[in-house]
């Protein structure tokens, strides 16, 4: 048995504690200090990637351009370069980058598939064996409304997860989001990223949360928070297009912020480097380093449990990271490291 020692998050707040674990697994996490530990350090939960395309991992990061021009289906510069990538090539890309993650702390990951049940088909290939659980939000290849196709792409997706409601044409739109529904499964959009959308619509499709809202009035925030309706923001993605989530006007409105890398083409998920440019959205004076490790290790593992139950633990279900870092200033030392400083990564029996 091993034995590693120090300072434990949770609940909002850092105490003294140690985790025993063999080459199993995890066996148990108990208050207090061990005596003789073998290891000392930060213990924190694995991160949760609340939003990805991995999809895209393959494919070349492009020149500046407008949202439409790079990511919109179903032409844009993404869409076109997957024409032309290979099935392995995909596979392949995919799998190095479940890989980084798995290094870097990340348990697991909201995936916006593209590509029907075919694209489905490929991530999952490409996560065998990662250590990192793909949460799959698939859709229809086209953009069309197919009722055998989404019978088969909703018997293996965990949720449906689209592109922004403008860019469908309604009586498709309409008829997925009611089949979704029949199957009871979670449904979530982009929305209001570059251009501000109508938020009656959104919300008249109920979905479990939303992507973005870059565009979004202080009215669409109140009704996401009152609507219980967490919001995903993904700053270094947006910065590619010159945009800037609004942060502080989310949280002033009591939305459930989330963070996710968003495409894999733009930006390497890289939750330690989200978690940094996330930091540096709002000042210290509104949002304390305290407030930031919340958002980064409570949101979205409340978000994912509330839609799937995920574990049986409402804490540490997805397992620790020990990052070799001093007790002192915690906080500071969480949102000063990177990936190289995690000395283990271990998981529940």
Known sequence: MTVVSGLIYKDGEFTEGHVEFDDLGILSVEDGLASAPDISG?????FINSHTHLGDSAVPKPEKGRV?????????????MLRRISEEEQIDAMASNLEFMYESGTSHHVDFREGGIEGVRTLTKSALGSGVTPIIFGRPGRMV???EEMEGLLACVDGIGLSGARDW?????DAIVDHVRRENKPLAFH????VHEDFDLI?????????????????D????????IPIVVCPRANSFFDLRPPVERMLNAGVDVCLGTDNAMLAKPD???????FRSLVSESVLSDLDVIKIVFENTAKVLSSIFRLGGRSWGFNGFMILEKPPENPCAQILGASASDIRLILNWR
């Open 169 to 173: 044409e309604p009586e498709h739109l």
């Open 68 to 80: 439409e021009e790079i990511v919109a289906p179903p032409d844009g510069y993404k869409h076109r």
């Open 145 to 147: 409304y197919n009722p």
């Open 221 to 228: 925030f109140k009704r996401c928070a009152d609507s219980g």
């Open 271 to 277: 939750m330690f480097e989200e978690m940094h440019s």
């Open 191 to 194: 929305a209001s990223e570059c």
């Open 42 to 46: 930060i213990i924190l939960p694995r």
């Open 203 to 219: 919300a008249g499709y109920k979905p479990a949360f939303l992507i973005h809202m870059i565009e979004g009035s202080d009215e």
